[in-house]
């Protein structure tokens, strides 16, 4: 089966460049993948289904999502909430007329007021202020034949916001270990924090909460690794918390050894988000692969993690002291961290392993391929058969057969 | 309590699945339930007509039957158990097989096309959907249930089932070998022929008719197995019980079989079963030498083994009574009483 694959690629730097990298390498070994080339229109000829890749970021996604509106095709949505690029591929191309519509499709006359309150700069971008509010997935949805979703949370906005096509949940895949030597940080216990520092992945009250627990226990380091946001102002809250001269191992940007050294020198990692765009986390998934605990934010995908993998915290108002407590369990408790490290691996082995991930493409794509095809077939049929005995469309038998048949996922 | 089993049924041709279905209503009654059987012909082919046929038992409603109310169902393979019922139980003998394991080999069903994938695909995804509405989910073996959780993730008791009832009884270890089956190339009974091929002491006799009959046939002509070898066709049930009775040992290694009620008839007989490695459910109840022989599927190896146990008759006999302390554990009274707790 031939496959035209469409997705950001390195050297771009993003999660879903590293992602496809990734999935390619074991994809290849069971179809025919033509990578397409970046900013092409079009799958090539013969190409049996097409695969898009469709994340929030303009930049690397907007000529993918141009090439799925020229043909359909299974779309793996890395994020749910898509305002920022949709902003970007009608508001970023001055093209106003076409955020309004999208937002009075998904959100409807005050959806297109609201709208006209941010081109007339009244209220400030809804792609930065409230995109969760308005994902305006539909957008992509609309076009997609069927949909590859990497949770349950992603599965379940998808059908609230009204999509009725195939949906095949396909966990992220867990790369391989590199055999790297780990490199710690410090010579008490160390939390690892992976990933872009800003208000989002939770660091103001990642921080608040570490003071707290270093308040009571010295010898806690956290190491906090990745660019910070513009704007941000980090070092202002270290220094606030008394954490610009100890406690704290800062390292920006880090190529792919060194982020796996330093994430397994940890002894546990922080992934925090709030809000979330219903994306899954590269670097948890590199967490558990690695054996480490972690600490997430109970939200999106984060809260699908089983308990025994991941402490979990609310997103509420006792966020910080929840967070705490979580972080001085697990600085304290080595055989708390040996248990949810075995238990994070084992997770990492049989829901994550990159074969199983590559079968279930598999059967996912081969499902869509001559979907629509056989999906008629047998509405042709049993239709027929209907018709042959009096039972016409519209009629109360023909609904319950309709129903029947979507029940089994054949209409 | 009343139970419907439920058991797709194809014009013509009978197997281990009409025979179990059929006893399984029997032994019911047996227990004081009202049980009744429910049949619908089935046809695979071509297209999609895999679903529109299986989808026929969406169409029913078991729920209840002239005003009595049906409370259980127990489905047994594909696609009976697409049927809806608050009480679904499912015994699964198997899954539509060319779907799955048998897929893009010699017995499998779909081609490349991407219609023919998709089909497959959707009798897989009719099996999650359909086996997830169960309300309790046995299998009739382990290498059954675990091809279930490979292929949908959804665990199964093993159950196993007592088999046919026959005269069984142990009256000689004469000097043929017996093969029970229905002959198709699934049966592997050509690897019997070829074993016989090397060994001209050997004799065979084949019970069970089938499709790929006329091929075995001349198989056995062209290896010169006439005289040695009889092809018995379809037998009585008081013939079959002599033929497991006298003979030596029962040949018995289809590729990857579901179950397999044969090893269970023949250590009833006190017979011990020759197999191979890839055989499947049949493992997990011969073990090699101790309730017969376990060989690599070639026929060398298995004219070795026949040979041996030609040559050590006691050994064979109690590998067949160690077969028949095995058989008797699995009683009816055991898997109706899991099967409706």
């Avoid at chain 2, 699964?92 to 897929?103: I, M, P, V």
């Avoid at chain 2, 000097?175 to 090397?198: M, T």
């Avoid at chain 2, 009959?213 to 040695?228: F, H, S, T, V, Y």
């Avoid at chain 2, 019980?241 to 289809?254: K, M, N, S, T």
Wanted: glycine share 8%.
């Amino acid at each position: 089966m031939r496959i035209a694959y469409f997705s950001p690629m390195p050297p771009e730097r993003t999660g879903v460049a590293d992602y496809s990298t990734l999935l390619l390498s074991a994809l290849r070994e069971r179809l025919d993948v033509t990578v397409v080339r970046r900013g092409r229109k079009r799958a090539p000829r013969g190409a049996d289904v097409s695969l898009y890749h469709v994340g929030n970021n303009p930049d690397a996604h907007a000529w993918i999502v141009d090439a799925l509106r020229r043909e359909a095709g299974v779309v793996v949505l890395h994020d749910f909430v898509l305002h920022h690029l949709v902003a970007g591929m009608t508001v970023g191309r001055r093209d106003g007329h076409g955020y309004l519509d999208a937002m009075e499709r998904e959100h409807g006359v005050v959806g297109r007021l609201l709208g006209h309150g941010v081109l007339d700069k009244r209220i400030p971008p809804l792609w930065e202020s409230r995109p969760e509010d308005f994902p305006l997935a539909g957008f992509v949805l609309e076009h997609a034949t069927g949909l590859i979703a990497h949770s349950r949370t992603v599965h379940d906005l998808a059908r609230s916001a009204g999509y009725d096509r195939p949906i095949w949940i396909v966990p992220h895949p867990a790369w391989p270990v590199p055999t790297t030597a780990p490199e710690r940080v410090a010579a008490g216990p160390v939390i690892g924090c992976f990933g872009v520092v800003n208000a989002s992945k939770r660091i103001p009250e990642l921080l608040r909460a570490f003071a707290g627990v270093r308040e009571r226990h010295p010898e806690v380091t956290l190491l906090l690794v990745g660019p910070t946001s513009p704007g941000f102002e980090l070092d202002r809250r270290l220094q606030r918390l008394g954490l610009a001269d100890e406690g704290l191992v800062r390292e920006g940007w880090a190529d792919e050894p060194r982020l796996w050294a330093l994430m397994a020198g940890a002894d546990a990692c922080v992934n925090l988000r709030h809000p979330t765009m219903g994306e899954t986390s590269g670097s948890a998934i590199r967490s558990l692969s690695l054996g480490k605990p972690l600490v997430v934010s109970d939200v999106g995908w984060f809260s699908e993690l089983p308990d025994g993998v991941a402490l979990k915290v609310p997103v509420d108002d006792h966020e910080v002291e929840t967070l705490a407590a979580a972080l001085e369990l697990l600085v304290t408790r080595e055989d708390v961290r040996v248990e949810m490290g075995l238990a994070a691996q084992e997770l990492a082995r049989r829901e994550h392993d990159l074969d199983r991930v590559a079968e279930l493409y598999v059967a996912a794509i081969e499902e869509a391929a001559g979907g629509e095809a056989v999906g008629e077939a047998v509405l042709r049929e049993v239709s027929e058969a209907a018709a042959d005995v009096g039972i016409s469309a519209e009629t109360a038998e023909a609904r319950e057969i309709a129903r029947r048949l979507a029940e089994v996922e054949l209409g | 309590m009343n139970i419907a089993v439920l058991r797709p049924q194809v014009p013509f041709a009978r197997g281990g699945a009409e025979i179990f279905t059929d006893r399984l209503v029997e032994e019911l009654r047996a227990r004081g339930h009202e049980a009744d059987l429910v049949s619908v012909p089935f046809k695979w082919y071509p297209g999609a007509r895999v679903l529109t046929q299986a989808f026929l038992w969406r169409l029913l409603d078991l729920e209840e039957a002239d005003g009595r109310r049906i409370d259980v169902v127990v489905a047994t393979k594909f696609p009976s158990y697409l049927i809806r019922h608050p009480d679904k139980r499912v015994w699964l003998l198997h899954q539509f097989r060319q779907a799955y394991e048998l897929d893009r080999g010699e017995l499998g069903q779909f081609g490349e096309s991407s219609e023919e994938r998709t089909l497959r695909r959707k009798v897989q995804a009719l099996d999650r959907v359909a086996l997830g509405e169960a309300t309790r989910l046995f299998a009739t073996s382990r290498n059954v249930a675990d091809r279930l959780a490979r292929s949908t993730g959804l665990e199964a008791e093993v159950l196993p089932h007592p088999p046919q009832e026959l005269d069984y009884r142990c009256s000689s270890y004469e000097n043929f070998v017996l093969s029970v089956n229905r002959l198709d190339r699934a049966k592997r009974i050509d690897l019997l022929l070829e074993a016989a091929a090397l060994d001209s002491a050997l004799e065979v006799v084949i019970a069970g008719d089938g499709p790929d009959r006329r091929r075995l046939e001349e198989l056995a002509r062209d290896r010169g197995l006439d005289g040695r070898t009889r092809f018995a066709g379809r037998v009585s049930e008081e013939e079959l019980a002599d033929l497991y009775g006298r003979c030596l040992a029962v040949y018995y290694a289809p590729v990857d079989e579901d179950f397999g009620m044969v090893p269970y008839e023949a250590f009833l007989s006190e017979k011990p079963v020759l197999t191979t490695t890839d055989a499947g459910g049949p493992l997990e109840v011969v073990a090699d030498r101790r309730t017969g022989l376990v060989v690599s599927p070639d026929a060398a190896e298995l004219a070795r083994a026949m040979g041996w146990l030609r040559e050590h008759r006691d050994e064979a006999a109690s590998f067949g009574r160690a077969g028949k302390a095995i058989a008797a554990e699995v009683t009816w009274d055991r898997a109706i009483a899991r099967l409706l707790a």
